[in-house]
């Protein structure tokens, strides 16, 4: 038939035929639906399941954390760090513990010092299990034991233990022993049905609690299966069979606070029972509707079928690369339109994937180029720090050596200062060039520990003080004991930049003033001038890089604008913030550093600064450097230092020296000719003991990842050129101290 004599009808004479045409997609979209169905219907009785586990895991920890806290309380009593036992017996024996549980004090032994349940000094039994008490107390944490049976009471007992040091230096264990039938109560909290079996397992598969028949099962271990699921911590639903042919499901939920495994286990049928109820109301609906569409399938016209596939296939075919098929007119002007939509639309789609594809290649392109453009800034930056360092540090050497050899000679003595103070200006800059690269780019991890910021900037104004870096100004600081997690390393640089700032923009004579403290729930630091001040079109962006105010004809200091934009950086790192204040130029600047404050943890304790020995005297150590005018100037000061000191230009020479002179400390450059300091720290170790010496790596390329290889090549410790000799003073001490 040719298509100038197809009848064209309209679209909605033909809407009482679309049934027929849906039978297809019926049957697989009402199989899927039973599907899903008995899927979710099979989800929700496992969900319900792994709700029950959760839950009595739930009810469970928290009758343990109650006891942990009470017994954490305990603890730190004075009482017991004292050691005055008889008056503890009696707060001990105060705690509202109940008729479930008791307190006992055990000796490393194994012996009982005390037992709430016995009168004070009455004979007492050794712990059943004595050998677990020496990892507990070297764990220094609470400890959940699994089921102990004691024989002395008939009962199975569970035991919550915590370490003591007492004030003479004694370790003693502090537990609270508690009848394992008290957590038989998280089976009565909730409405477990009659059919589920809830257990409760320690670590090793004993059983601890269970809901059914609990006195057949409570002790003894759980079937193979279960202790292997429980061992690997296994969160998967299983399928087993129990007591010879009954088939159940399990889920196990694993206690993060006492390592207990709570096991939910449902009969299979009953699960699988409400499945096959929601297929078969699911396949009754689907037959129905199937005998619905055949019977009005009988009735339906091909060639509307045939056109509506057409448009299907042409519309499956969109953003292919393939062209879509000849459609054949239907003579329905709404199929005819769709049509004639489809291949209007299959043509702007391909133009579209053209201008998308046009788009991805340039923004490739312009990716490639960025990462090349990065990594060549990366390097120059590396080879950059590398060429500076090495001339620098033996600056600084050249000058720390000139200060010893001068004595007070005034004349002498003010430019060799001028030369030390502006040698560590350059070295300040240079680090925190490339550190504000490594923060930008995301390349500076944090070490973070409790640090005490009030002792922390106290110490730091001392070493200032020492070194005169604060001698042209009036300055005042206060500081109270405040914590906060922080890296210490990163911390000192902030308050660094923080006091560099405010000395470089404050005439001599001017007032800094330092004030450490708690504010409003934060740690504060302020650090406050009466220097030049900020202009109010400056503040907002005083933080930003290479940004500073006018300078004037009176100004002997400036600067790159890198310090405070470091600072801002390095206290976002930590979670905190900085800002600027400032009531315009000449009327000084503010800067105020809040941190959050560490909560009060009495297992974060700060170490004691070390005795350090001042006298280096005898210490023998071997500098490898290649650099020669660095060597030479290096090893003259450490000689005047007191070491005995020999040098090497490469790794062969550094090996035949050190066979011969025996060296305590090798100061070893990575960058050697013949071989790379990583390579001669290996050799050293293999030619001497190597608990006999200690190798120290230096560097003039100050790489975010350099620490790392340098620890895993076998350094104990690493510097970066300039030599810091105060860091280098204290190490050997600290070393000369232990030796």
Not at 32 to 50: H, N, P
Not at 371 to 381: A, G, M, Q, S, T
Not at 551 to 564: D, H, P, Q, S, V
Request: aromatic share 4%.
């Amino acid at each position: 038939m040719s298509e100038s004599n197809i009848v064209s009808i309209k679209l909605r004479s033909r809407l009482a035929l679309i049934a027929l045409l849906a039978l297809v997609p019926l049957l697989v979209f009402s199989a899927l639906a039973a599907k899903r169905l008995s899927d979710g219907t099979r989800e929700s009785a496992i969900r319900a399941m792994r709700e029950t586990a959760g839950a009595t895991s739930l009810i469970i920890d928290r009758e343990l954390q109650g006891a942990v806290s009470a017994l954490l309380a305990l603890s730190r009593s004075p009482l017991l760090i004292d050691e005055k036992f008889a008056q503890f017996y009696d707060q001990a024996k105060s705690t509202a513990f109940g008729e479930i549980g008791w307190v006992i004090l055990y000796s490393p032994d194994g012996s009982q010092v005390l037992n709430t349940r016995m009168p004070y000094g009455a004979p007492l039994l050794i712990r059943p299990s004595p050998d677990e008490l020496i990892p507990i107390i070297s764990a220094k944490g609470v400890h959940i034991s699994g089921m102990v049976w004691s024989h002395a009471l008939k009962k199975h007992i569970i035991f919550i233990d915590v370490p003591v040091i007492t004030r003479s230096g004694k370790s003693f264990v502090l537990s609270q022993a508690v009848y394992a039938e008290h957590f038989s109560l998280a089976f009565k909290e909730r409405d477990i049905p009659a059919s589920w079996v809830v257990g409760v397992f320690d670590k090793n598969g004993l059983t601890i609690g269970r809901n059914v028949r609990a006195d057949e099962f409570v002790g003894k271990a759980a079937n193979a299966e279960t202790v292997e699921a429980i061992r690997s911590q296994s969160d998967r639903i299983r399928r087993h069979t129990v007591r010879g042919n009954l088939e159940v499901y399990d889920v196990l939920n694993r206690s993060a606070l006492s390592g207990w495994t709570v096991a939910v286990g449902v009969p299979a049928e009953e699960i699988d029972g409400q499945v096959r109820e929601a297929g078969y109301i699911a396949a009754g609906g689907l037959l129905l509707a199937v005998v619905v569409a055949l019977i009005g399938a009988g009735v339906v016209g091909q060639r509307l079928a045939d056109s509506i596939e057409a448009a299907a296939a042409a519309a499956a075919m969109l953003g292919k690369s393939e062209n879509l098929p000849m459609m054949r007119r239907s003579g329905t002007p709404e199929i005819d339109h769709l049509q004639d939509s489809i291949l209007s639309a299959s043509a702007k789609l391909k133009a579209a994937e053209a201008r998308n594809a046009e788009l991805l290649d340039s923004e490739r392109t312009a990716r490639n180029a960025a990462e090349v453009e990065n990594k060549r800034k990366d390097e120059f930056l590396a080879m950059l720090g590398h060429e500076l360092r090495n001339p620098l540090s033996a600056i600084t050497v050249a000058v720390s050596l000139l200060k010893i050899r001068i004595g007070n000679d005034p004349a002498l003595r003010r430019p060799t200062d001028i030369i030390h103070r502006q040698s560590d200006h350059l070295r300040s800059l240079l680090n925190d060039l490339l550190d504000l690269s490594r923060v930008v780019y995301g390349k500076v991890q944090l070490e973070t520990h409790p640090v005490d910021l009030g002792t922390l900037v106290a110490a730091s104004i001392k070493s200032m003080m020492d070194t005169s870096r604060l001698a042209k100004h009036r300055f005042s600081y206060r500081t109270e004991s405040v914590m906060v997690d922080a890296d210490h390393t990163r911390m000192e640089q902030i308050f660094s930049n923080l006091i560099d700032n405010a000395t470089k923009y404050t005439d001599e004579g001017g007032t800094i003033e330092v004030l450490v403290t708690a504010d409003q729930g934060m740690a504060l630091l302020r650090v406050s001038d009466t220097g030049v001040g900020i202009e109010p079109e400056l503040l907002p962006y005083v933080f930003d890089v290479f940004v500073q105010g006018n300078n004037t004809l009176a100004r002997t200091e400036g600067g790159m604008g890198i310090g405070l934009s470091l600072v801002q950086k390095l206290v976002a790192l930590h979670g905190g913030t900085v800002v600027a204040r400032s009531a315009g130029r000449g009327k000084g600047s503010t800067f105020e550093i809040r941190l959050p404050l560490l909560a009060n943890d009495t297992s974060a304790t700060l170490a004691a600064p070390a005795n350090i020995d001042s006298s280096l005297k005898g210490i023998k150590v071997l500098l490898v450097e290649d650099q020669d005018d660095l060597r030479e100037i290096t090893h003259a000061l450490l000689a005047e230092l007191g070491l005995e000191i020999r040098s090497a230009s490469n790794g062969k020479e550094a090996l035949a020296v050190a066979a011969i002179h025996q060296p305590q400390v090798a100061l070893v450059d990575i960058g050697l000719p013949d071989m790379n300091g990583y390579e001669l720290a290996a050799a050293l170790r293999n030619t001497m003991q190597p608990a006999s010496i200690h190798l120290v790596a230096l560097t003039g390329y100050g790489l975010s990842g350099d620490k790392d290889q340098a620890a895993a090549a076998g350094f104990d410790l690493h510097m970066t050129k300039p030599l810091p000799m105060e860091e280098l003073r204290r190490y050997l001490s600290e070393m000369n101290n232990r030796t």
